[in-house]
């Protein structure tokens, strides 16, 4: 490298850091919408299936089961890989995979080839993930919350979107209805090439340099502390994980049971609870830039924890209102404890968001099969009442170092 391309190198770098490319945020934050709303068409898709193939609880336990454990395993391998080597295609190419997957989904004719086509689109979403939480990362410049933010709030508006996919399109289209998918994943994967074509520019002009200044700075902090830090954020994230695809997944059959809802009025209540979590996810991030990363996980718990322990027993009125306000509070740390992770383990991009949001899905994995079959063998309502008790375990929080803490490891 001559010295004018070093030295504009440097002028790039220099820029890149203290502005933040929101253009490229909200692209990134639409494509991660478009690829968790092709997700969220398989626990929008249990009701239809449940009538229409005779699946029992516990099978669609395992088809949540397939589609997280596949991205949670996939995300933190495909993460430690493109951290040293960075793949910018492999964006589009991912989402391709989910676009295969959605054709099988409403052609399956069984169980078996429902797994295989979520399959599919489980390896799409381990590879978007990582990938798009580093050109999140290239994008933030000083505003690292509020950057994670806006990428999470488009995958948790995706999400929040499945009910209405089953009242609108799955309800009346049934199976087949998930065929018009294809279309969205093919509407993601035009938007990832251009995402791709900026991330590859940046990667060219990416300064080496920083990055061993990165790890130079990680060497000296205590290992042992970010070890037992690690494990206490995986609890945290396991206790939201499995109430989150609780409410998801079941919660649905629980208003219909309890309150004589049909499908698609039962549907109002996952909507508003993943609704107000996306709104939850947005806010979470710029709040941790003010008031610091650690607050905000805890307060994140510990405020809903009583609403959450109510909900099983109101009626369905205040059942909405309760369900908006743990969705708000509960998910408004979904953005933070990843930019939480990066920091702990600095230089460490797509390894620490695999880690972490491959997690949430692998627990939401076991947790969707612990919880069907738990439904199968003990009811809805004693299950519920369990449920209400994971967001106490927020309450570790405490045992994390706080923010000024992880600055001083590397100062």
Sequence with gaps: MNTTTKSQSKQFIGKSENKTVY???FIIGMCHLLNDSLQSVIPAMFPILEQSLGLTFTQLGLIAFTLNMVASVMQPVIGMYTDKRPMPYALPIGLSFSMVGMLG???APNFVMILISVFFIGIGSATFHPEGSRVAFLAAGPRRGLSQSIFQVGGNTGQALAPLITALVLVPLGQFGAIWFTLV????????????NWYRKQMITYSTNQKRKLENRSSKAPKKAIRFALIVLIFIVFARSWYQNAISNFYAFYAIDSYELTI???QIYTFTFLFMGAVGTFIGGPL???FGKRNVILFSYIIPAPLAI????VNQIIAIGLLSLVGLFIMSSFSVTVVYAQELVPGKIGTMSGLIVGLAFGMGAI???????LIDWIG?????IFVSLLPLLGFLTYLLPKDEKVAEWYS
């Excluded at 809805?380 to 519920?384: A, C, E, I, S, Y």
Aim: hydrophobic share 65%; aromatic share 16%.
């Design 185 to 196: 994943a093919g509407l993601a994967v035009l938007f990832l090439f251009y995402i791709a």
């Design 264 to 266: 698609a009025k039962a």
């Design 310 to 313: 109510l909900l099983p027993y």
């Design 23 to 25: 253009s490229i945020l």
């Design 105 to 107: 989904l409403a052609f």
């Design 380 to 384: 809805l309502f004693p299950t519920m």
């Design 367 to 373: 947790g969707s099969v612990a919880l069907g079959s």
């Design 288 to 290: 941790a830039d003010r």
